[in-house]
């Protein structure tokens, strides 16, 4: 079973790109189960949501508390909530900003991780440029798609047009897709170097 | 057709299956997804003959559905916690009345304090009410008690609560499998009343009862719900037939065959305990389960026979009768009295809180090693209550208790359970 943690804010559609993430699954076969955590729901506060992805039936109702994947939604909260609680050593990290993770305050925490597990997407400016707003969720299942090589792009795609229509999907799919090679190309550096 | 949705939606669609002619609700989270839902089918022309009416409270959402069953009309509603309290006497009306109403009750705490987590506090307050109760496992099994519960009210002429874990099922994303309308056709005759009002066959329907025979309208209201215990199984069988999976019934065991500890419990947090039963399985421990689906009736006779050879029996259950203890506990140790086996009550996932594996593990294996006590809280914080009661005995004027007690805690918006 892979599980995978979403930390964000209210308003950042945290419980979506769950419920998204586990849409992408099930059109690969698999069996997912994506739920929030069920906090004050208030734009801007810290919300968490959670996705397992499994090859048989989920009974597990307990939050995700090792995960196996984290995607940060808002880098502000780096320093607000541990996020990084319970992650499984070179567990997958992905975070959504355009600056680096020494810029951010984590590049102590993260120095001896996995470097090929570790990456940084600018989501928020990829939403603004094809969504119209800054809602970073879907362009991020992208790059965790292409950090994971848990999930075709081609899931997420269908996860969006599952959820959204129209211009939205549209939108949404040009981020997830653009995302997904911004990380694809991160990563083939992080390899070249190391 | 297998698809990946939410609780909420899977359910709202299977309710629209069943063709219900009037539904009427009054928005009260976690449950407002679902009648939402229905609204929108109802809207969008996929859902016909049926009246989708707004009401101003619980109590006019259960009255107008009093009102549309006994003219006849198949009718739904939903509710969770406060709203269901709020309805309250008109819930018991409606079961003295005999009307075969569905309701969903996303099931959640009761304030004060506040609260819009988890726990089974509102069903249970209901549960003298004359109501069918039934508690589903999975959003797969809420779908299908949705279904079942229609057919067998309609047929004993009486209302069925289906009772789904607030925010734990209803928000969670999970495969199910969307019956076809075909299917539920074949299931679900159209709704033929046992009792009507019908201006071509004037009756009326709700005399008052003097102590002449009052007594006697009860006693049939419990035989005829005691009919639910021959109905249940049978409609899941024949439920089997047509949609080919098992669903429904009255309890279902799990690794219990030789096993000396057999948990019990209603409700979402099977999954969890069938994970930790299994780990502990596999590690040499005759550990089994017992889910209930039947809560009202309660299935005395087949909750003995399930636990017979148990030594000991371990009632987990999210609900808790302040004073006394538990609820689904006292129930099954009364079903069990005549036999030698250790009860214990375990109140967990109160207002919300995580019931964890690793908790799970640590209960069971102290009841194992007889260190249980007969009555415990899953993961209660000792600290806090201590500190409390300290401040209580030193000052007449200590302060509001949820206020002092979440001082103590401290801020929780920075942890993730």
Known sequence: MFQVRIHGRGGQGVVTAAEMLSIAAFEEGRHAQAFPSFGSERTGAPVVAF?????????????????????????????????????????????????????????????????????????????????????????LLGGFAAISQLLKLESVIKAINDKFSGKVAEGNVAAATEAYKTTLRAMKEVAAHA | MLKQTEGSHAVAEAVALCRPEVVCAYPISPQTHIVEGVGELVKSGELRNCEFINVESE???????????????????????????????????????????????????????????NDHTDSLAMRDSGWLQLFAETNQEALDLHIQAFRLGEELSLPVMVCMDGFILTHAYERVDMPTQAQVDAYLPPYS??????????????????????????????????????????????????????????????RADDAETIVVAMGSVLGTIKDTVDEMRAAGDKIGVMGLTLFRPFPSAQVRDALQHAKRV?????????????????????????????????????????????SLHALFRGAIQGKLEFLTFLDLNREVVDKQLAREAQKRRSGPIAENLLRDVGVVAAKIV
């Open chain 1, 51 to 139: 996705c397992r992805i499994a090859d048989k039936e989920i009974r597990l109702r307990e939050p995700i508390m090792e995960p196996d994947a984290l995607i940060i939604q808002d880098p502000t909260l780096l320093h607000q909530v541990d996020v990084f609680a319970g992650l499984k050593r070179d567990g997958y990290v992905l975070i959504n900003t355009g600056k680096t993770l020494e810029e951010l305050g984590v590049g102590e925490f993260l120095k001896d991780w996995n470097p090929a597990r570790v990456c940084t997407v600018p989501a928020t400016e990829i939403a603004i440029k094809c969504v119209g707003r800054p809602v970073p969720n879907v362009p």
């Open chain 2, 59 to 117: 109590f006019a959402a259960m009255s107008v559905a009093i009102g549309s069953s006994a003219a006849g009309a198949r009718t739904y509603t939903a509710t969770a916690s406060q709203g269901l309290l709020f309805m309250a006497e008109a819930v018991f009306n409606a079961s003295g009345l005999g009307l075969p109403i569905v309701m969903t009750v996303a099931n959640r705490a009761i304030g004060a304090p506040i609260n819009i987590w």
């Open chain 2, 193 to 254: 009343p046992r009792q009507v009002l019908d201006p071509a066959e004037p009756v009326s329907i709700g005399a008052m009862v003097g102590p002449e025979a009052f007594m006697e309208v009860r006693y049939l209201a419990h035989a005829k719900q005691r009919q639910a215990l021959e109905r249940m199984p049978a409609y899941a069988a024949e439920f089997k037939s047509i949609f080919g999976r098992d669903s429904g019934g009255l309890l279902h065991s799990y």
């Open chain 2, 314 to 358: 371990v009632v987990l259950e999210k609900s808790f009768s302040i004073g006394a203890g538990g609820i689904l506990a006292t129930n099954v140790r009364t079903a069990i009295s005549a036999l030698p086996i250790d009860t214990y009550t375990v109140g967990a996932g109160l207002g919300g809180r995580a019931i964890t594996k690793r």
